[in-house]
């Protein structure tokens, strides 16, 4: 069983940044992709941005040029940067690792979820 434990989330005011980490109970180099997905109320849990384990990485275009994901210094970590963050950021951000075939957007294969780490902007 595979367990992931989010951290960094809280209350920041529009234009701030925050720092969300994921920690996996085994290497992430084990999984084919580490992801970061976050739902807002009444929405539905959307994709934010990706890592391969080949190190290729993308976003949702909402996020851009704001948002960094990235691997951590321990082995077990990845990492979402988030500047500029806006009141439409906030939702509950939830760490995805995933064992898939195919494309990571059509992908087969399993997924694992952390608990979630809520985030919110508002001044």
């Known amino acids: 069983q595979v367990q992931l434990v989010e951290s960094g989330g809280g209350l920041v005011q529009p234009g701030g940044s925050l720092r969300l980490s994921c920690a996996a109970s085994?290497?992430?180099?084990?999984?084919?992709?580490m992801g970061w997905y976050r739902q807002a109320p009444g929405k539905e849990r959307e994709l934010v941005a990706f890592?391969?384990?080949?190190?290729?990485?993308d976003y949702a275009d909402s996020v851009k040029g704001r948002f960094t994901i990235s691997r951590g210094s321990a082995k077990n970590t990845v990492v979402l940067q988030m500047n500029s963050l806006k009141p439409e950021d906030t939702a509950v951000y939830y760490c995805?690792?995933?064992?898939?075939?195919?494309?990571?957007?059509?992908?087969?294969?399993?997924?694992?979820w952390g608990q979630g780490t809520q985030v919110t902007v508002s001044s």
């Open positions: 085994r290497s992430i180099f084990n999984f084919n992709a």
């Open positions: 890592v391969t384990s080949g190190g290729s990485t």
């Open positions: 995805n690792a995933a064992y898939y075939s195919g494309s990571y957007y059509d992908r087969r294969g399993t997924d694992y």
